[in-house]
Antibody, heavy 122, light 107 residues
Framework: EVQLMESGGGLVQPGGSLKVSCAAS????????MTWVRQAPGKGLEWVAN????????YYLDSGKGRFVISRDNARNSLHLQMNNLRVEDTAVYYC???????????????WGQGTLVTVSS | DIQMTQSPSSLSASVGDRVTITCRAS??????LNWYQQKPGKAPKLLIY???TLQSGAPSRFSGSGSVTEFTLTISSLQPEDFATYYC??????????FGQGTKVEI
């Protein structure tokens, strides 16, 4: 059974840093692209970042470029999101999720974690 | 960046109704369009990928259609468990993705 379990959320002041992590199990983690998606309280879904299996490609939401760093540890089946210079508008539930390529060319998100809440407030 | 616009933002329907949600892309995305269902306090679930392919385990009353810039999610006969928020997502191009703003389906 595929499982994704986020951790590391919490309260941080504006301008501060936080690292959220995701423990993956039930599948060959090193074979999949992975992604972070966030959801502000009462708002819609917002894609944050993607990372390739070998970390050779990483993509970010424009507002996260230069502040967020996605990384992974394939030996430990873990995914991370380092967030620096946090803003109030970064307050959200952060979901870790697996990317599946249907027919090798149609990416979709087929498994999601339960999310971890990051609150940026003074 | 590719913008995704869903309509309506919310709708009221009854059990047994046929429901249609529309998603428009600001530029061509071929059929790189996915649909998700989200219930309160839960993670989203994949319903449809590549515009029209039903995800394994998703009920057959859900269907998707469209290409280029216009897409539709249809629920053929609304069931009580279908009351939720639905999101489209484009996955075209340089791996920078966007979601629609969501459509809340309520009684």
């Amino acid at each position: 059974e595929v499982q994704l379990m986020e951790s590391g959320g919490g309260l941080v002041q504006p301008g501060g840093s936080l690292k959220v992590s995701c423990a993956a199990s039930g599948f060959t983690f090193s074979s999949y692209w992975m992604t972070w998606v966030r959801q502000a309280p009462g708002k819609g879904l917002e894609w944050v970042a993607n990372i390739k299996q070998d970390e050779s490609e990483k993509y970010y939401l424009d507002s996260g470029k230069g502040r967020f760093v996605i990384s992974r540890d394939n030996a430990r089946n873990s995914l991370h999101l380092q967030m620096n210079n946090l803003r109030v508008e970064d307050t959200a539930v952060y979901y870790c999720a697996r990317i599946h390529y249907a027919d090798g060319r149609y990416p979709n998100i087929d498994y999601w974690g339960q999310g971890t809440l990051v609150t940026v407030s003074s | 960046d590719i913008q995704m616009t869903q309509s309506p933002s919310s709708l009221s329907a009854s059990v047994g109704d046929r429901v249609t949600i529309t998603c428009r892309a600001s530029q061509s995305i071929n059929t790189h369009l996915n649909w998700y269902q989200q219930k309160p306090g839960k993670a989203p679930k994949l319903l449809i990928y590549a515009a029209s392919t039903l995800q394994s385990g998703a009920p057959s009353r859900f269907s998707g259609s469209g290409s280029v810039t216009e897409f539709t999610l249809t629920i053929s006969s609304l069931q009580p468990e279908d009351f939720a928020t639905y999101y489209c997502q484009q996955t075209y191009g340089a791996l920078t993705w966007t979601f629609g703003q969501g459509t809340k389906v309520e009684i």
